[in-house]
């Protein structure tokens, strides 16, 4: 495996590029593979929202315009 330990991935379990490396879940602790990128938006949506999901608790980042924006606001929420 070339994956960095904790970056985020995306809907597809594929690092996402150019993202920081992902901070833990502040509420269960989980690290970033359990951290995922989900889209919002129909499949057309022209003006998708992104959000990080923690897998094992549920918790929601904050939404995002683009997917790296997304991961960023997720680590900048303490
Ligand atoms: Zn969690």
Known sequence: MSLPDNSFTD????PLENAPEAES??????????LVVERWGAEDDPDPSY??????????GPQNDTAV???EA???RK
């Open 25 to 34: 879940c502040p509420f269960c602790g989980s690290g970033a593979d359990q």
């Open 74 to 76: 997720w680590n900048a």
């Open 11 to 14: 809907m597809d379990g594929k």
């Open 69 to 71: 924006g997304a991961a």
């Open 51 to 60: 959000h990080v999901e923690c897998l094992e608790c549920g918790a929601n």
